[in-house]
């Protein structure tokens, strides 16, 4: 793995090209592990998005140096329905090389997506597949869902439904004098507890061998995911992430 500079989880296009120019001066770059593929998320780890000239700039550093571009579509759901995003499904597919559409995070029950971009495909995809033990003997149920999530826009409205509903839980939040993390567009908002939170958290019970039972991190504010449903009130869920 050869990371890169980043910024509220994002690459900036000229990191990479500085990074890949200064590997090849190295005289003995032969002898270290070459750059094969660039990895980007849409939303990205911290809830924040690739702007199209953003993503269009990466890909042309990725076309010059001759390295696939791969974009992680976990979340792909929330970056595309955010207001701030300027990108469609199909310019994604212009941008990059191979991306894969998110459903165990956007109310499948199992599985992802993977979608090879022009021609950059693998010649005989299933018998790769089932040479490394990976062929599902039932794998059209898998792709069943997709079939539901992209039907009269079902997908997108998950997307939207989650993020409205992190925004407005966001909005609570602030006027109880919260503070975030990052001001995102997405439905990953990380909320920064205060003093005494943190503080419960590091007294709380430990396990029978002196460790504690939970590491906190930064309590997450997620929206559910799943089609709207027709309620006389709103409920939240503020979930807490625990390693």
């Known amino acids: 793995m050869l990371t890169i500079p980043g910024y ?3 690459m900036h296009a000229e990191d990479l090209e500085n990074y890949i120019q200064v590997f090849y ?6 002898h270290t592990v070459f750059p094969g593929a660039v990895y980007v998320s849409l939303s990205t780890e911290y ?6 000239a953003e993503l269009a700039a990466i890909h042309a550093v990725c076309q010059k140096r001759e390295i696939p571009l791969f974009v992680d579509g976990a979340r792909l759901a929330y970056a595309l329905a955010a207001d701030e995003c300027d990108l469609t499904l199909p310019e994604l597919a212009q941008l990059c090389d191979v991306f894969y559409i998110g459903g165990t995070k956007c109310g499948a029950l199992c599985g992802e997506a993977v979608v090879f971009c022009g021609m950059h495909a693998p010649a005989h995809p299933i018998p790769r597949i089932k040479q490394h033990g990976a062929l599902l003997a039932k794998g059209r149920l898998t792709g069943v869902q997709f ?11 998950i997307g939207r439904q989650a993020i409205e ?8 939040l602030h006027e109880r004098g919260y503070q975030f993390f990052l001001e995102t567009p997405t439905n990953q908002q990380f909320v920064i507890l205060p003093t005494r939170t943190w503080r419960a958290f590091a007294s709380m019970p430990r396990s029978s061998i002196g460790k504690s039972t939970t590491r906190p991190t930064p309590w997450c504010a997620f929206a559910p995911a799943g089609p709207r449903r027709r309620r006389t009130s709103t409920r939240w869920r503020l979930s807490c992430s625990l390693m």
């Open 8 to 10: 509220e989880g994002k």
């Open 25 to 30: 001066e190295n005289e003995s770059y032969e």
């Open 47 to 52: 809830g924040t998005l690739y702007s199209k």
């Open 147 to 157: 079939e539901a999530l992209f039907t009269d826009g079902l997908y997108f409205e």
């Open 165 to 172: 509903t992190a925004q407005a839980l966001r909005r609570v």
